[in-house]
């Protein structure tokens, strides 16, 4: 398979716990976001890379929120000390650099639940 | 900061009517996409507006880009089942990474 892929799909924490998703991108793409979702609305922006660099960043993403592309690969995104309303669905998307059109191609998600 | 707003919230219609979803942005935007998202499912690209007034076709899907490139719609010409869904338009800004989405209309079909 050769989309893009996240891990794991489904986590349960208990509230105050740290806990860190991993998203695989599609390999030639340089792009890379995520997104947090809730029942009802749209993706809402976190944050973006091109490459290993971190372009930008939403005032969504607060301190207890980091992410990660070391080697401009694999992304991870850590949430510490988590809250109820941090549960959601995270989505991580990867687009291709060439060319004009900037499409966006998602994962299935990682869905996190903090009881 | 710059918002993008989408209309209907939800849309129910018999097989083989039309439907059609409204998106509006608070800034004039770069470029706008439209994503399908399956229940369950993960947003899909459907298709990227680039220029003022740009109309594109795919099928039965008509996108338009408004002149001002501030508003967008998406026109499905007798709906089928297979295009349930919610359909999400999303804007980026000149010299921004930062796609903003609307909130998505949902669209329900009943065969």
């Given at each position: 398979?050769?989309?893009?892929?996240?891990?794991?799909?489904?986590?349960?924490?208990?509230?105050?716990?740290n806990v860190t998703f991993?998203?695989?991108?599609?390999?030639?793409?340089?792009?890379?976001?995520?997104?947090?979702?809730?029942?009802?609305?749209?993706?809402?922006?976190?944050?973006?890379?091109?490459?290993?660099?971190?372009?930008?960043?939403?005032?969504?993403?607060?301190?207890?929120?980091?992410?990660?592309?070391?080697?401009?690969?694999?992304?991870?995104?850590?949430?510490?000390?988590?809250?109820?309303?941090?549960?959601?669905?995270?989505?991580?998307?990867?687009?291709?650099?060439?060319?004009?059109?900037?499409?966006?191609?998602?994962?299935?998600?990682?869905?996190?639940?903090?009881? | 900061?710059?918002?993008?707003?989408?209309?209907?919230?939800?849309?129910?219609?018999?097989?083989?009517?039309?439907?059609?979803?409204?998106?509006?942005?608070?800034?004039?935007?770069?470029?706008?996409?439209?994503?399908?998202?399956?229940?369950?499912?993960?947003?899909?690209?459907?298709?990227?507006?680039?220029?003022?007034?740009?109309?594109?076709?795919?099928?039965?899907?008509?996108?338009?880009?408004?002149?001002?490139?501030?508003?967008?719609?998406?026109?499905?010409?007798?709906?089928?089942?297979?295009?349930?869904?919610?359909?999400?338009?999303?804007?980026?800004?000149?010299?921004?990474?930062?796609?903003?989405?609307?909130?998505?209309?949902?669209?329900?079909?009943?065969?």
């Open positions: 398979d050769t989309g893009v892929s996240q891990n794991p799909r489904h986590k349960i924490t208990k509230r105050g716990q991993r998203c695989d991108p599609i390999s030639e793409h340089n792009r890379l976001y995520w997104y947090r979702q809730t029942l009802g609305q749209g993706p809402e922006f976190l944050t973006y890379f091109q490459n290993e660099a971190q372009l930008e960043k939403s005032r969504l993403l607060s301190d207890r929120f980091s992410a990660e592309r070391p080697k401009g690969s694999f992304s991870t995104l850590e949430i510490q000390r988590t809250e109820q309303g941090d549960s959601a669905m995270y989505l991580c998307a990867s687009s291709p650099t060439q060319g004009a059109v900037t499409e966006a191609f998602f994962g299935q998600g990682t869905r996190l639940t903090v009881v | 900061g710059q918002q993008v707003m989408q209309i209907p919230q939800y849309q129910h219609v018999q097989e083989g009517e039309d439907f059609t979803t409204y998106c509006n942005s608070s800034t004039t935007l770069s470029n706008i996409q439209w994503y399908k998202q399956r229940p369950g499912g993960h947003p899909v690209f459907l298709i990227q507006l680039v220029k003022s007034g740009e109309v594109k076709k795919q099928k039965r899907l008509t996108f338009q880009f408004g002149e001002a490139k501030k508003n967008s719609s998406l026109h499905i010409t007798a709906t089928q089942t297979t295009d349930v869904g919610t359909y999400f338009c999303a804007g980026q800004n000149t010299g921004g990474f930062k796609t903003i989405f609307g909130a998505g209309t949902r669209l329900f079909v009943k065969a």
